[in-house]
Structures are given as structure tokens and as C-alpha cells.
């Protein structure tokens, strides 16, 4: 991105500050959709939230009885951007592979919603909101919120939309937590669901790598004790570091060595020093650094904790299948063999609970050496399961197929 001017203003604007002021207006004021409620949204915390606003973007058209409506939940560093280029970095929708005219969640035939989480940094409340007295932002002090809060205030979203039932509620590791947690506390108002590489709790080991992220945050001097944007500063030291120890685990080892390898970046021989030697270095150095360019870091902090704080079965009395009895919803879960975030065994988990339940569901494992990350990306497997899924619940439903060109 070139410099550019400040609007009434004859100096240059450097590109980093100027993509800073667009993250940064994004915040309170963005350029997508926003419902804004007085009403207090009540968390888990014991706190309540008022007022409060959800961002959210939406796809395609709604039917006359507002039956063909899909959620798409997004996941920890996801915003409501699922099919259109991002405001800011100017990149496309991070699931356009999956949603879209003709894609397997076909805006053609069904109203796709996806809206910001609470905790967020792209539109909806989250710490880098301004606070409704006119004090800055909110910084630590807003409460932390969970996956359950994040849920209620898209059942908020939804009823203010006009939509009594959801056909579908779809998504991946944080979000496949929020369709799960839909699944228990609004079971008559989704007709299906279909809960991808997630979990119904976090393992001690993703906790841990949740906190060394946090931690990296944290010592960051600029971090300031979470008043950061206070001074004018941002931990964009300790925000890439956090990514770049996040993102090793979105990805497996044989992606990675079919990817990098051993191979040196720019060098014919290593230099016997602390630069980025091997490519590997220099992509995770990448991802950090881009990474802090869109996303606020107290936000991180939040979203994390909140995915760490997720426990369907300690909210249900111990058992899973607690969460899900009598459910009437047709369910769908998928897991990749090679993803260690949240390997089968986390599905099969789901999958028990659900069958306990004597829910409907079905169960795809889609063979993959691509990770965690695989549900972003082009795996032919997963399209076709999310596809014939829809496909065969919305028949079901009787929602019509979308008129032949």
C-alpha cells in the first residue's frame, strides 16, 4: 500500500498508520452492517454490557417465511467477512471457497448471515470499543465473556432480524464451538447444524498454547497494562509472537515439511546468527507481522480465554449428551485426520453425546494432511459433505432450490 494524505491535510501519511486508522475505525464505527440493542446483554461473568452492538454482513436473500437462514460462526481470528473483501486489508472473505453463488452454503438459495463476536475488534463490543460515557476504549475493563455469551448476543442479532429459526448454524474450531453451543441453549430455533474441527472443551495442551500467546501479550512493554491505545501504542511484538506460536498448530508437520522443509530463506548457507535462516522462520515472522495489521490484541486476550473457558459438559452436569437431550436438530460433524488442535477423537466426543441424546446425526473424518486449518481451505471431501448436508436438510424443509439460470 502506497502513503496516502490525511483527508484536508498536505502531509504524506505513512501506509502502516494509514491501514491503523482504517482497523482502528472499524472498531466502533465500520463500514458493515450494525444492529445496536440499549437493552443489557447479560454475561457469564455476572456482569451485564450496555449498550452494545453486533457487525455482522449478510448474502443473498431472505425467503418469505424466513426459513432459509444460515449462521456462519467464525472462528478466533475470523470477523464477519466470510465472502466479501475486508475493509482493511483489502484481502477476500476468509471462507469464499465455501460460501457464495453456487458454493456448497449457496447464497443463491439460502440468506447467509456472519456477524463479528462479542469480544471482537471489527464492529461488534469488544475491549478496543469506545466506552457509551466517552472514557476511550475499554481495555480490561470491559467483563470477560464466554462462548455462551457470544451465542446470546447472536440470538439477539437473529430475533432482530426477523428470524424466529435458523435452517442452519455452521462453523469451524471456535466457531464450531458457538454452533455447538447454539445446539444446547437454542435448540428449537436451529433446524440444522454442522459443527467442524472443534471440541466441546479445550485441552490442557491448547490452553497452554492459549497462554503463552496471552503471556507473550502481556510482556510486551507497549502493552501498558491493556491501555494501550491510551498511549498511542500497540504490543506488536508480543501480538505477532502470540500469532506465530497460534499458528503452528493450525498446521501439521507434514504440511510443513511439504511446504518448507529444511530450506533456507534467501542463502545459499545458513549464517550462523539469529536471522531467519529457513523459509519456515521467515512465513511465521510473515504471519505475525501481518496479523497485527487487523486485529486488536486485548481482544486475543479475550477470545482466547473465552474458547479456554468452554466446557459444554461442566455446563450440562457432567455429561455431553445432558446438552443435547431431546434435540430435535439434524446434525452434521466433521474432523480431519491430521488436525491436533482438535483431533477425531474430540468429534467422536460430540458425536457420543449426541447419539446419547438420540439426536440425528451423521459423522465425517475427511483424510487431510492440512491441519487444523483444512476447513479454511479447498479439501473437496469437506465441500461435498457441507453441501449434500444442506442439501438433503433444506429438501427436508422444503426450501426450494434456487431457479435454473
Not at 99 to 114: A, L, M
Request: aromatic share 8%; hydrophobic share 40%; net charge neutral.
Amino acid at each position: 500500500m502506497a502513503p496516502d494524505r490525511a483527508p484536508g491535510a498536505s502531509t504524506i501519511v505513512p501506509a502502516a498508520e494509514l491501514l491503523e486508522r482504517r482497523r482502528r475505525a472499524e472498531v466502533d464505527d465500520p463500514t458493515s452492517p450494525v444492529r445496536r440493542f440499549k437493552a443489557a446483554l447479560p454475561l457469564d461473568a455476572g456482569a451485564t454490557l450496555a449498550p452494545w452492538q453486533v457487525a455482522y454482513q449478510s448474502y443473498g436473500t431472505l425467503n418469505e417465511d424466513a426459513s432459509n437462514a444460515v449462521l456462519v460462526c467464525h472462528a478466533l481470528t475470523g470477523d464477519q467477512h466470510v465472502a466479501n473483501r475486508h475493509p482493511v486489508t483489502g484481502r477476500p472473505g476468509w471462507w469464499d471457497v465455501m460460501v457464495g453463488p453456487g458454493r456448497p452454503i449457496d447464497t443463491d438459495r439460502f440468506f447467509v448471515i456472519c456477524c463479528n463476536v462479542i469480544g471482537g475488534c471489527s464492529g461488534t463490543t469488544g475491549p478496543a470499543s469506545s466506552r457509551p460515557d466517552g472514557g476511550g476504549p475499554y481495555a480490561l475493563d470491559m467483563p470477560v465473556v464466554t462462548i455462551r455469551d457470544m451465542v446470546r448476543a447472536q440470538a439477539r442479532l437473529v430475533s432482530d432480524l426477523g428470524i424466529d429459526t435458523l435452517f442452519a448454524v455452521i462453523g469451524g474450531s471456535m466457531g464450531g464451538m458457538q454452533v455447538l453451543e447454539w445446539g444446547a441453549s437454542y435448540p428449537d430455533r436451529v433446524f440444522a447444524a454442522v459443527p467442524i474441527a472443534t471440541g466441546t472443551r479445550h485441552s490442557a495442551q491448547n490452553i497452554a498454547f492459549h497462554e503463552v500467546g496471552r503471556q507473550a501479550i502481556m510482556a510486551d512493554p507497549a502493552w501498558h497494562g491493556g491501555r494501550y491505545l491510551d498511549h498511542g501504542a500497540k504490543p506488536r511484538k508480543g501480538l505477532s509472537v502470540a500469532r506465530m506460536a497460534a499458528h503452528i498448530t493450525y498446521v501439521s508437520q507434514a504440511a510443513l515439511h511439504r511446504k518448507f522443509g529444511r530450506a533456507l530463506q534467501d542463502r545459499e548457507i545458513v549464517s550462523y546468527g539469529f536471522d531467519a535462516d529457513f523459509q519456515i522462520e521467515s512465513y511465521l515472522r510473515h504471519q505475525g507481522s501481518t496479523f497485527v495489521d487487523r486485529f486488536d490484541a486485548n481482544s486475543y486476550l479475550y477470545l482466547t480465554r473465552a474458547m479456554d473457558y468452554f466446557d459444554l459438559a461442566a455446563e450440562h452436569g457432567g455429561l455431553v449428551a445432558n446438552a443435547f437431550r431431546d434435540s430435535p436438530i439434524r446434525w452434521c460433524v466433521v474432523s480431519f485426520t491430521s488436525d491436533w488442535l482438535f483431533p477425531t477423537a474430540e468429534s467422536r466426543t460430540i458425536v457420543h453425546g449426541l447419539n446419547a441424546a438420540a439426536a440425528q446425526v451423521s459423522f465425517v473424518e475427511i483424510e487431510t494432511d492440512r491441519g487444523h486449518d483444512a476447513f479454511l481451505l479447498h479439501e473437496p471431501e469437506l465441500h461435498r459433505a457441507v453441501r449434500g448436508f444442506l442439501t438433503g436438510a433444506a429438501l427436508t424443509r422444503g426450501i426450494a432450490p434456487p431457479a435454473p439460470a
